[in-house]
C-alpha cells in the first residue's frame, strides 16, 4: 500500500469517497453536508463528485432526518449521517435509541439496518457548554448501538470504512481537536477491525487507558514520564462497544497498575466501566490502586482558561502515575 500524510479530516473524507465509489447504496446526508462540506469539511465535494441524489443537505430539523436514516437503512440503503455535534443527539434520540438500535433485534434479526452516524466530540476549542461534550458514555450504555472512537488519521479511515460496510448501528465519535492532525495513511481502502484495541506505546510499570484526544495527551505524558524512569504502555481501546477487554487485561497483567484517561463526565462514565472490569477480572495482579483521570461532572466552560482546569491534562495524568507507580 503507498502511504502518506494527511489529516483526520482528509482521512475521513477518503474513506467516504472510496466507499461511494464501491457501493452505490451509501448515501451521505445532514445538515450542510453538501454545498458547504460539512460543518468541518469532512464531506468536501462530494456533493460535486456523486450529486444531490446521494449527498442531501437537510433542514435544521435532527429527528426528522434522523428517522429518515433509519427508514432508509432498513429499506436497503447505507446512510452515513452527520449529526453537526453529539451535543444536539437530544433532538433525534428516540430515533437513535428506540428505533435504529432496537430494529433488529425486535425483528428477530431480519431487519438490517446499516446506520452509521458521525458526531464530532470534545472540548480544546472554546466552543462552550452546548458544543463541547463527548458524550459517547451515553450511547454505548443502549444495547444495539456499536461505539467509534479514533484518534488517528489511519484509525479514523480504516474504523470508518468497517462501520459503513458492517449491518448494525454505529456510532463514530470524532474529536474536533483531532480534525487537523496529521499522520500517515495507506491511500487504498482499508478496514480496522471493530473491537480490536491498539497499544499505542508499550511500557513495564503502569497501563494507561485512553480515547480519542486523550489518546494523545497519554502519550505526551508517557514520553516525559520515561525521562524520570516510569514505563507506560498505552493503550487506545478505539471502539468502546464491541470492547476489547483482552487487551486491557493483558496490559494490565504485565504492569499490575492501571490508570484510565477519559474526556467524557467521571458520573456514571465509560472509565468507571473499564475499572470495574479490571477490578472483577485483574485484581490479582494489581500492584496499586486504580486511578482515573476524567473531566468532573460540569457544563463545559467557554473560558479558555477554566475549559482548560476542568479537562484532563498531561499534568493531571502525570501527577497520578507518580502517585501509583513511586507508592
Given at each position: ?67 429518515c436514516a433509519v427508514g432508509a437503512a432498513a429499506a436497503g ?251
Amino acid at each position: 500500500m503507498s502511504v502518506r500524510e494527511i489529516t483526520f479530516v482528509e482521512a475521513l473524507n477518503e474513506a467516504l469517497r472510496q466507499e461511494m465509489k464501491r457501493d452505490h447504496t451509501i448515501v451521505v446526508m445532514g445538515e450542510d453536508v453538501g454545498v458547504y462540506g460539512g460543518t468541518f469539511g469532512v464531506s468536501k465535494d462530494l456533493m460535486k463528485e456523486f450529486g444531490v441524489e446521494r449527498v442531501r443537505d437537510t433542514p435544521i430539523s435532527e429527528s426528522a432526518f434522523m428517522g429518515c436514516a433509519v427508514g432508509a437503512a432498513a429499506a436497503g440503503l447505507r446512510p452515513v449521517v452527520e449529526l453537526m455535534f453529539v451535543d444536539f443527539f437530544g433532538v433525534c434520540m428516540d430515533q437513535i435509541y428506540n428505533q435504529a438500535a432496537k430494529m433488529r433485534y425486535m425483528f428477530g434479526g431480519k431487519a438490517r439496518i446499516p446506520l452509521t452516524i458521525r458526531a464530532p466530540i470534545g472540548a480544546g476549542l472554546s466552543a462552550a457548554a452546548q458544543h463541547s461534550q463527548c458524550l459517547y458514555s451515553l450511547f454505548a450504555h443502549v444495547p444495539g448501538l456499536k461505539c467509534i472512537v479514533p484518534s488517528t488519521p489511519r484509525d479514523a479511515k480504516g474504523l470508518l470504512i468497517s462501520a459503513i460496510r458492517d449491518d448494525d448501528p454505529k456510532m463514530v465519535f470524532e474529536h474536533k481537536v483531532l480534525y487537523a492532525i496529521k499522520g500517515p495513511v495507506p491511500e487504498e481502502p482499508y478496514t480496522i477491525p471493530l473491537g480490536v484495541a491498539d497499544v499505542k506505546r508499550k511500557g513495564e510499570d503502569v497501563t494507561i487507558v485512553a480515547t480519542a484526544m486523550m489518546v494523545h495527551k497519554a502519550l505526551s505524558a508517557a514520553e516525559k514520564l520515561q525521562t524520570e524512569g516510569i514505563s507506560c504502555e498505552v493503550v487506545d481501546p478505539r471502539t468502546i462497544v464491541p470492547f476489547d477487554k483482552e487487551t486491557v487485561l493483558k496490559s494490565v497483567e504485565k504492569t499490575g497498575r492501571l490508570v484510565m484517561v477519559d474526556e467524557d463526565y467521571d458520573r456514571c462514565g465509560f472509565a468507571s466501566w473499564v475499572v470495574s472490569i479490571v477490578a472483577d477480572e485483574a485484581f490479582a495482579y494489581l500492584d496499586a490502586p486504580i486511578k482515573r483521570v476524567t473531566t468532573p461532572t460540569v457544563p463545559i466552560p467557554f473560558s479558555p482558561p477554566l475549559e482548560a482546569q476542568v479537562l484532563p491534562q498531561e499534568e493531571n495524568i502525570m501527577q497520578t502515575v507518580k502517585g501509583i507507580v513511586r507508592k
